[in-house]
Every structure is written in C-alpha cells, then in structure tokens.
C-alpha cells in the first residue's frame, strides 16, 4: 500500500489568506509517500510545509507560479504511470474529451489535473482523470462553487482508492471512490 496525496490550487495569498487547519492537522509527516501537486502554490512556504509532509514532490506550473516548474510531469507509483498537469493547458479547461487527449499524450493510466477548483473524478476510456480541487478554496473565475479540497489516493496492487476530503461547513467530509486498472 502507497498513499499519493494529490493537491493543488492554493492560491496563497492571493486568493485565499491561508491553508485549512483541519486539512493540516489531517497531513501529518511520516504517512504519506508522494505528492503530486497540481501548481499555483504561489508563495515558498507551501512548498515548504508540503516538504515536510513528504520529500517525495512532484510539483507541476500553474499559472500563478513563480518556480520553475515543469508544465507536466509523469511518476509511476507502483503499477501506475501517473500525469500530473495544472490544467490551463487543456482547452476547454476542465472539458472531459479533452483531458483524456491530455492523458493519451502523456501515456498515463492516471491523469492528476487542476485549475478549475473544483474537485472531479471520472473512470473514462479505462483510465481514471482527478481533479483534487483546491487546497484553500480559493474562487474561481469558472465557478462560484468551490468548496477546500484534496485527495488521497491509496494505491495497491492493480487497484486505486482515491479518498476525497472536502471541508463542508467547516467539517472535513470524505468519500472514496475505487478504480481497478486492467490487466
């Protein structure tokens, strides 16, 4: 069992003042084996504070970042190849046909993106795209509705459990969903 964190979006402190501290009491040093960061951390000390949750960081360009970053990035975690883009990139952002040319590009059998805040997965042509969201919350120009978001991916074998913590009314809420990569 490896647990990847996927997270992004930040956004500090531009659009958002600072990261949840329910989120930080959840990441704790010593858990979790990779991050795969989707960009806009936008100031040092949340490259910082992600190093101290795991030195394992694969941090990509987005928009707002100064570093630089790759524009994408490919890690394989197990039986998994991994793309992880910020997501600007892929027009129209956010658009399901067009992420998956994004995966196809990259020859991965995951696809971590960001850029639009708000936090998808989608099982499609046999490979699995996520969206972790934004890390703080941080507005949107696509959308009003962004709620602070992150996933955990639990990779085993074969099969992936993605955990997706949102805060809801300041309470952390979780939901898995599974994906078994063919044989």
Not at 140 to 149: D, Q, Y
Request: net charge negative.
């Amino acid at each position: 069992m490896v647990l990847a964190l996927c997270i992004g979006d930040f956004h500090i402190p531009f659009r958002s003042s600072e990261f949840p501290s329910k989120f930080k009491q959840l990441l704790v040093p010593g858990k979790i084996q990779h991050i795969l960061c989707t960009g806009d951390l936008c100031v040092k000390e949340i490259k910082d504070y992600l190093k101290g949750v795991c030195t394992d960081l694969t941090i990509v360009k987005g928009e707002f970042d100064e570093d630089p970053y790759p524009e994408t990035k490919v890690v394989t975690i197990g039986a998994f190849k991994i793309g992880v883009c910020h997501g600007h990139q892929v027009v129209p952002w956010g658009d399901l046909e067009s992420l998956g040319m994004m995966q196809r590009q990259l020859d991965v059998d995951i696809l971590v993106t960001g850029h639009t805040h708000q936090f998808k997965a989608y099982q499609y042509e046999d490979r699995l795209i996520i969206n972790p969201g934004s890390a703080t919350g941080a507005f949107s120009s696509i959308t009003h509705e962004v709620r602070p978001s992150f996933v955990l991916m639990d990779i085993d074998g074969l099969r992936v459990v993605a955990y997706v913590y949102e805060l809801v009314d300041g309470e952390v809420k979780v939901e898995k969903i599974e994906f078994t990569k063919s044989g």
